[in-house]
């Protein structure tokens, strides 16, 4: 069965440091998206991607944040100084079309010290 | 914005016992409702969705009902199995995809 795969399952860094969490969408997918979860709170919407673009975006996704699809294979979030509230649970996600199923990876557990 | 909410946060049931997880949301316009099942290491995983032209839906042990007017929906699993043991998760949006407003989840255990 195909999976959306992430690396790495762990990160802990250092506050103010950039980190880059990567996403391996399923092949055919058209649309990505990055959610994330705070320990103990709802999962919420950051930011959804198509044909190299943003399409939506949350409140939380400000300039810290940034997406990219370097190559034909890979999706990526990055943070560009961290702070210590963005410690969570990243969640990465594609679909075929932006209405049909959404299949999640397993997520990257961001710890910010 | 969309706001769900969703109870009860843990459900025990006894094998082979129906489990019911209720969620409400706030906004009108969303129109469609995942349910999301996910297990321990891994990601959520999609089990079932309705969107608003419908009220119910089934696969197999598993059905979600839609109520527009109330602005709330339901999973109900029937015949419970120890393997339906994980965190439920609801949903919804206008849009699909985008900008899903998640439930905060709920632990459902199936006891032997």
């Known amino acids: 069965e195909p999976e959306v795969t992430q690396t790495p399952s762990h990160q802990v860094t250092q506050m103010g440091q950039e980190v880059i969490l990567r996403c391996v969408p399923i092949?055919?997918?058209?649309?990505f998206y990055w959610y994330r979860q705070i320990l103990g709170q709802k999962v919420e919407f950051l930011v959804s991607?198509?044909?190299?673009?943003?399409?939506?975006k949350s409140e939380i996704f400000d300039d810290q944040f940034s997406v990219e699809r370097p190559d034909g294979s890979n999706f990526t979030l990055k943070i560009r100084s961290t702070k210590l509230e963005d410690s969570a649970m990243y969640f990465c996600?594609?679909?075929?079309?932006?209405?049909?199923?959404?299949?999640f990876g397993q997520g990257t557990r961001l710890t910010v010290v | 914005g969309e706001n769900v909410e969703q109870h009860p946060s843990t459900l025990s049931v006894q094998e082979g016992d129906s489990a019911v997880i209720k969620c409400t949301y706030s906004?009108?316009?969303?129109?469609?409702f995942p349910w999301y099942k996910q297990e321990l290491g891994k990601g959520p995983q999609l089990i079932i969705d309705i969107r608003s032209n419908v009220g119910e839906k089934k696969d197999q042990r598993i059905a979600v009902t839609l109520n527009k007017t109330a602005k709330h929906f339901s999973l109900h699993i029937t015949e419970t199995q120890p393997e339906d043991s994980a965190v439920y998760f609801c949903?919804?949006?206008?849009?699909?995809?985008?900008?899903?407003?998640f439930g905060k989840g709920n632990q459902v255990v199936v006891i032997p």
């Open positions: 996600a594609s679909s075929a079309y932006p209405e049909t199923e959404a299949f």
């Open positions: 906004d009108s316009a969303s129109n469609y």
């Open positions: 949903a919804a949006s206008r849009n699909g995809n985008n900008r899903l407003a």
């Open positions: 092949s055919n997918h058209l649309y």
């Open positions: 991607f198509y044909n190299n673009e943003i399409s939506e």
